[in-house]
């Protein structure tokens, strides 16, 4: 079973925390797990403001320390990416968060798909998503 490269975005990371099934399954048997400056800053803002703030942030460091683990930097093509996603949803008259602008962006420009329960993402042309192992079987 060939299963694609995914971007995990910060919900799906919660999920997969908070030991949810579908999304332990995926990440289990995903083989390259991407990850982005934006949701790291997402993760660890979050885990500031959390009562468990030092155990959570041994366990991120973990994850993000694993071998199957990736982190994609933002650069001058990401942001030609983002402004494109921007434009579009502009003209669409569908703002989104921008920092949901920035994980699509890196997911569009290293031919990722996106692993979310986000429904702000489904307004992105071009952007391969899921949420359940059978999207991202290839």
């Known amino acids: 079973m060939a299963v694609k490269p995914v971007l995990l975005d910060t919900f799906a ?7 949810q099934s579908e999304a332990v399954e995926i990440i289990r048997n995903i083989e390259v797990i991407g990850v982005n ?27 993000i320390d694993s071998p199957r683990v990736k982190i994609f930097p933002i650069d001058q093509y990401t942001a030609e990416y983002y402004a494109l996603i921007y434009s579009q949803l502009r003209r669409k008259g569908k703002p989104i968060p921008t920092n949901d602008m920035w994980i699509a962006a890196t997911t569009i420009q290293h031919e990722l798909s996106l692993f979310t329960y986000d429904t702000d993402f489904q307004y992105i042309d071009g952007l391969s998503q899921g949420k359940c192992l059978d ?3 290839s």
């Open 13 to 19: 990371y919660i999920a997969f925390k908070r030991n």
């Open 37 to 63: 400056t934006v949701i790291i800053g997402e993760l660890l803002g979050g885990l500031m403001i959390g009562s468990k703030s030092d155990t959570n942030r041994q366990q991120l460091q973990q994850f």
């Open 135 to 137: 999207d991202f079987i």
